[in-house]
C-alpha cells in the first residue's frame, strides 16, 4: 500500500487568519513580541484567533492560550490592540513543560477584512515569491510599515531582516515591533519513493515548503504523492526552473544514479542551504568519483550529507525520513544563528 499525504493538515496562523477574514471578516492575531527565561515559542511566534474562538498557531506552548484567546475576543470587539505581560511562574512552567519560570509578552491585534486583507496579501507575495519582508507595527495603534527585502530601509530594519531577527525597536516613546518574515524552508525531494512520501509529509507538517522532482511516471503520480507540488521534468530542468536559493534543501532519494546525479549537479552549482544524498557508504563513493570527473572539487562534494540523515540508527523508510528532516532542521537552525 503506498502512503499518501495530506498536505491539507498543515496550517499556519497567518493562513487561518486569512480564511477566517475572508469567512468571518474579521479575526485576531498574536505574536510574542518579547521573552526573558524559558518560553517555547520565540519572539515573532504567532497564534490566530476567529470570532468564534478556534485558534491556530501556539504563542507559548499551551500555559496561557486560553487567557490570550478570552483577550482577543475583547480585542475584536474594541476593535484596539492590546499589549498582554505573563509572568510564567514556578508551577504554572512545571505544568507548562519549562524548566523554569519566565516572562513574555505578546501583542494582539484585531484583523478587518476590508482593513487588513491588503496587508495580509503583501505577506502572502512575499511568500510565493520567496523574499523577505519586514513588518513594523507600532504597538499603541497597530500602525504597520512594510519594507520588501529590496526596498530602501534604514540599517537597523536591514540587519534584523538579514539576521531573520525580530525583536522591539524603540524609537522616540512608543515601542515599535520589528517582525522579520523569512521565506520558509523548501525541502526538494528528488525522488517520490517511500521515503520521499513520508518526508514530504513531515516537512509539510512543520511548515517547510515540499516540492517533489520525479522523471519516472508510476512514481509521479497523484495517487502516491497527494497535493504536494510535483514536477516531473529531469532534475536538470526542474531544479533550474525553481531557482535554488540558500533556504533550499535538496535530497536525492531515487537510486537511481543518472537521476541523482543531474540533481546533485545543479543542487551543487548553487547556494543551497543542504545537500542530501540516500545510498550506502560505497553508493556514495562511485557518486563522489562521478562527480569529481564532472568537475567538483574535493570542497564542493564535502557539501553533499550521505549517506544522508542523521546517525540515529533509523530503519524503514520512516524512520529514514524523520532522521532527514532532522539534519536539514539542524542545518536550518545553525544556518540562522551564525
Known sequence: ?????DPGRARDALTSARRWLEEFGQAALATV?????????PVGGQMAIGPDGQFEGSVSGGCVEADVITEAADVLARDMPKLLEFGVGEELAWKAGLPCGGAISIYVEPLQRERDSAFLERVFSARRARTSLAVLTTLATGERRLFGASEPMPTEIAQCLNSNESRLLSPGDDPVFLHALTPPVRVVIVGATHVGQVLADLANRIGYDVVVVDPRA?????DRLGDFQNLTDWPEISLKSMGLDPRTAVVT???AAAIDDEALTEALRSHCLYIGALGSIRTHAKRLQRLAAAGFNDADLA????PVGLPIGAKGP??????????????ARETRQG
Open 33 to 41: 513580541v518579547s521573552t526573558w527565561g524559558s518560553s517555547p515559542v
Open 318 to 331: 520512516a524512520e529514514i525520513a524523520v532522521s532527514i528532516l532532522a539534519e536539514i532542521v539542524k542545518v
Open 1 to 5: 500500500m503506498n502512503y499518501v499525504p
Open 218 to 222: 508510476a512514481f509521479a503520480s497523484a
Open 303 to 306: 557539501r553533499i550529507s550521505a
Open 253 to 255: 532519494l531515487t537510486h
